[in-house]
């Protein structure tokens, strides 16, 4: 069976620190990767997704950055955190085929003081 | 995408079905209905998802109107660990896969 992973679960971390957010997937190979921001009490919002190693997407212009050094391994970073980039970070894979769902890791709950 | 328009909020009492209703009248017809759920402080959970015909699985049943601008999630037995935040997600699937989440119904389950 296919399982997901994201470390750390939870992270403080100052304003102007650099960040990086580690996800990995077992059970599946080639899988689609993404990662999702959700803001207290609001919904999820796409931030990067990759198809295939080394092919990263960007979906909103910010500080952050992602990279896919291995097939199931997915990395969110940013060289100087802000304030905003607090909130909960979700890493999610999906299959290449008509009609499937996203399956989504446990999360990493960012604070920025 | 289209657009999905969802109540903010709902109770059920437990043991009761729990239908949670999902507008998206402007879907095309390569769109699919997807239906998420997020239990608070975890990643969310997939339900269930169809095209055209009505779907049903261990968790729920997805009613899709005839015409596909509507949708109804039901939940035949709500227990009290069916409370969350439930997202209707209407998507084309393209090479990209990706799932654009709105605000969602906030689903109560109570004794």
């Known amino acids: 069976s296919q399982t997901i992973h994201q470390w750390p679960a939870t992270l403080v971390q100052p304003v102007g620190s650099p960040l990086s957010l580690e996800c990995t997937v077992e059970?599946?190979?080639?899988?689609?990767l993404y990662w999702y921001r959700q803001a207290a009490g609001r919904g999820l919002q796409l931030l990067f997704y990759?198809?295939?190693?080394?092919?990263i997407s960007s979906e909103v212009p910010q500080n952050l950055s992602a990279s896919r050094p291995q097939d199931r391994q997915f990395i969110l970073s940013s060289k100087k955190l802000l304030l905003s980039d607090s909130g909960f970070y979700l890493c999610a894979w999906g299959r290449l085929a008509g009609g499937n769902e996203q399956f989504f890791g446990p999360g990493t709950r960012l604070t920025v003081l | 995408d289209a657009k999905t328009t969802q109540p903010t909020s709902m109770d059920c009492a437990e043991g009761r079905a729990a239908n949670l209703p999902c507008n998206h009248s402007?879907?095309?017809?390569?769109?699919?209905v997807y239906w998420y759920r997020q239990i608070h402080s975890q990643g969310p959970q997939y339900i269930i998802h169809g095209l055209k015909n009505n779907e049903t699985n261990e968790m729920a049943s997805l009613i899709i109107t005839e015409d596909r601008k509507s949708s109804t999630l039901i939940l035949p037995h709500a227990t009290l660990r069916d409370t969350a935040v439930y997202y209707c997600i209407v998507r084309v699937d393209p090479l990209n896969n990706d799932m654009r989440f709105g605000a969602g119904t906030r689903l109560t389950v109570k004794p």
């Open positions: 402007t879907i095309s017809g390569n769109e699919y």
């Open positions: 059970g599946t190979s080639n899988p689609n």
């Open positions: 990759s198809v295939g190693i080394g092919q």
